[in-house]
C-alpha cells in the first residue's frame, strides 16, 4: 500500500508502522492459539481423549529423535509452562518412555512408543493434508518470506531480553 | 521453566532381543512447502512467547515485582475502558487461562478497581487505577522505543505484508475447525 513513500506521507507511514507493529504481538497471539485450537480439534476427531493439543505437539516435535528434558525446553516447542508435567502425563499414557542416560544418570531422555508414533504419523497426515489445503492459495507461495519478517522480529526481541541500553533506558 | 527432574523409568521387560522401534520420517524429509509451514507454526508460537519475555524483561528493569507479563498486557488493553469480565475476553488478547485470577490478583495490588454495575449487581466492571495507567505508560514509552527501532530496521512494511500472510493463515486455520472464536482457548 505505502510502497512509494513521499515525504507528506512521512506520518502516514509512522502510524502504519505503528499499527503493523501492534497487529502483529497480536496476530502471533491469536496464531498461536488457533493452530491449538486446529490440533484439539484434529485430537477430538481421533477420538483421543488422553493426550492434549500442547502435550501432542510436544510428542510431534520429538519425532524419532531422543532429547532430554532440558533439550525440549531449550528447543521451546509448544512446551506450556510445565514441561516435567506433559512428560510426565505422556509417560504415565504410554505415548513415550524415559531412559536415563548410561553416561549421565541424572540425565533422562525421552522417545515415542509405538502408541506415540502412531499418533505422530497421524499428526504428520494433518500437516500434510493442511499443507496440500494451502498449496493453491497465495499464502503458501508468500508464506517463506513472512516468516523471513517475523524472524527479523524475533531476533529483534531476542536482543531486548538479552541488552540493548539504549532501548531499556528509562525516562525518569 | 520447570527443572524439576523426572522420576526413573520404570524398568522395562528385556524380552530377549530389545524391539527396536519403528523410525519416524526425519523432519528433514519434509517437502519445503511443508518445512515453511511447520516453521511458521513454530514462529507463531516463539514469537507470542518472545515477546512475553519481552515485557517481562521490561518489567524487571522497572523493578515491577507484583505484575506479571501477561497481567501487564491485560491492563494495557483495558486501558481507559470499563469493561465487564464478558467484555475483556471477548477482545482476547494475552488473557492468559485464567482470568478472573488475573484480575483479582491485579485488584489486589491496586493496579485495577472492580466495580459492581449498579444496574446489574452479577456484572462486575472494571478500570485502571493511578497506579495501572502509571503501568500503562511504562508501557507505551517501551512500545515507542520499539517502534522507532522497527521503523529503524525498515521493519514496518515487512511486517505489514507478512502480516497478511499470516491473517490468511489464521483464517484457514479458523475455517479448518469450521467455526470461529474470537479468543480460542488453550
Redesign the interface.
Known sequence: ???QMTARAFQA??E???E???????????????????V??ELEKLGIEDLN??QSLILFNI??NEYT?GEL?AR??????????N??KM?EHGYL????STHDR?S?HV????KG?AV??KL?AM??R??S???A????E?????????????R???Q??EFAPE??R??G | ?????????AP?PRSGSAEP???????ARH?P??G????????????????L??V???LN??GIGDVNNVQALILFNIREDELTVGELTNR???LGSNVSYNLRKMAEHGYLVQERSPHDRRSVRVRLSDKGLALCR?LD?M?E???D???G?Q?????????N??????R???S??GYS?A????
Not at chain 2, 37 to 51: G, T, V
Not at chain 2, 155 to 163: I, R, T, V
Request: glycine share 4%; charged share 25%; no cysteine.
Open positions: 500500500m505505502s510502497a507511514k509512522e502504519s508502522v505503528h503493523s507493529y501492534l497487529e502483529t504481538i497480536r496476530l502471533t497471539e491469536r496464531l498461536h492459539r488457533q493452530f491449538l485450537e486446529v484439539k480439534n493439543n500442547v519425532g524419532k528434558v525446553t521451546g516447542y509448544y512446551l506450556g509452562s510445565n514441561v516435567s508435567y512428560v510426565r509417560v518412555e524415559q531412559e536415563r541424572r533422562v522417545r515415542l512408543t509405538a508414533i505422530w504419523e504428520d500437516f500434510d493442511q499443507v489445503a494451502l498449496a492459495s497465495e499464502t503458501a508468500e508464506l517463506e518470506s513472512a516468516n523471513g519478517a517475523y524472524k527479523r522480529l524475533e529483534f526481541w531476542m531486548l531480553t532501548l531499556v528509562h525516562a | 521453566m520447570n527443572r524439576t527432574p523426572l522420576r526413573p523409568a522395562r522401534l519403528r523410525p519416524v520420517p526425519a523432519s517437502s512447502a511443508k515453511t509451514y511447520l516453521e511458521a507454526i513454530h514462529l507463531a508460537e516463539r514469537l507470542h512467547r518472545q515477546f519475555e519481552v517481562q524483561a521490561e528493569r522497572a482476547g488478547y494475552y511504562l514509552a512500545f522505543r520499539q517502534l527501532a522497527v521503523s530496521m521493519l514496518g512494511a515487512e511486517l505489514k505484508s507478512a502480516s500472510v499470516f491473517r490468511l493463515l489464521e484457514f486455520w479458523i479448518q475447525i472464536r479468543a480460542p482457548r488453550d
